[in-house]
């Protein structure tokens, strides 16, 4: 049994890990990099270790300074959180070797399913339905050659890939000869692997993804889907549950396929099965699978009342799920809003320094996941979000009020933040119809 907990992260998501370690009774362990040393996630553990210099190279991403960690404190369990190592299947294996439960799926299922390649295979074969693409190309006159019979456009993904790198949408054979080393590089770069792949490429797609929930006993359930379109450079900055844009049957289908896929992998913890639906509403399509806990988690517990981080160390603990599909009740509606350290008026460009005020918004059906406070410098060295604010409603009205009244409230100074983005998005006529796609902010005034 799991007795103490090393949390492989940082920022609001090691806060997360430690507050539902404590309502299980389990004991935690944190780490942090010297950037990291007035940071809350160390406070609030009951031990902490400092794993190296600012660079992520240097600490969150040294694998071999973590297990130190773990060994040193006699932690029998590691959450990696989300980013970082969290989909490593390197990482997994390592733990296994030191004796050390991971909490997150083996080795071979981050393999599998981390692999966008290979996992576009493994849906296949369950019967979900995926873009027309390729596996892993082994150059570009073989992108070339697919491209030509699924027609341009295109897009290029990093198989190990995400957060946008190694992707680049493709017009013509021209595109993909000047993009393919670029991407590949890029990839290779960011995630130490250049394999690429590509798809067709679907305009003002519909990003849905489904929160699903496994044990090792086999048994799979979901959470719910969310609508992740408002994104900026393939990075989500809203995400809300239900989806306000995709029908009852689609819906039924999509949540269905996701636990399908899931079964087919093996899968057990917390993961997401990202689709993207075509602008008609007709039809969708699996891109990848996220082996780990997500950013947007919080909307699923929201209408779920779920604790998806307790679920995951129980299911990595070996116990199987507390209750089956048929228990779940889905309640209201949920958004969550992404405050980033970033000016939304200069292309979002990150914004890091010392917060000279911070107050959070309250109330009914608010919840704010932060690890900031007053005269909390915002390091420059890793991702530029801050907090993230998630207002439950009755119904999808009352959850757009709420967030407009929070984000009155929420006062951050010292830096720009995306507040004043968010509360124009909150009065944008396509926002408040649910029509939102992916291709939202090319049209976006700000």
Known sequence: ???????????????????????????????????????????????????????????????????AAAEITGADAIHPGYGFLSERARFSEACAEAGINFIGPTKQIIEMMGDKATARETMKKAGVPIIPGTGILTDVSEAIAVAKKVKYPVILKATAGGGGRGMRICENDDDLRKFFEIASNEALNAFGNAGMYMEKYIRNPHHIEVQILGDKQGNVIHLGER????????????????????????????????????????????????????????????IEMNTRIQVEHTVSEMITGVDLVKAQIQAADGLPLPFAQKDLDFRGHCIELRINAEDPSR????????????????????????????????????????????????????????????????????????????????????????????????????
Request: contains cysteine; aromatic residues 10%; glycine residues 8%.
């Open 347 to 446: 292309d979002f460009m990150p914004n890091p320094g010392r917060l000279t005020g911070f107050h959070m918004p309250q109330g009914l059906g608010v919840r704010v996941d932060t690890h900031c406070y007053v005269d909390y410098t915002i390091p420059q060295n890793y991702d530029s979000m801050i907090a993230k604010l998630i207002c439950w409603g009755r119904d999808r009205s009352e959850a757009i009020a709420r967030c407009k009244r929070c984000l009155d409230e929420f006062v951050i100074d010292g830096i720009k933040t995306t507040i004043p983005f968010h509360k124009r998005v909150m009065d944008d006529k396509t926002f408040i119809e649910g029509k939102a796609s992916t291709g939202f902010l090319a049209t976006f005034k700000f």
């Open 1 to 67: 049994m799991i007795k103490k907990v090393l949390i492989a992260n940082r920022g609001e998501i090691a806060l997360r890990v430690i507050r539902a370690c404590k309502e299980l009774g389990l004991k935690t362990v944190s780490v942090h990099s010297t950037a990291d040393e007035k940071s809350l996630h160390r406070s609030f553990a009951d031990q902490d270790v400092c794993i190296g210099e600012p660079a992520s190279a240097d600490s969150y991403l040294n694998i071999t300074r973590i297990i």
């Open 227 to 286: 609508d992740c379109s408002i994104q900026r450079k393939h990075q989500k900055l809203i995400e809300e549950s239900p989806s306000p844009f995709i029908s009852e049957k689609i819906r039924k289908k999509i949540r269905e396929a996701a636990v399908r896929g899931a079964k087919e992998s093996g899968y057990f913890g917390a993961g997401t099965m990202e689709f993207l639906v075509d602008d008609n509403g007709d039809d969708f399509f699996f």
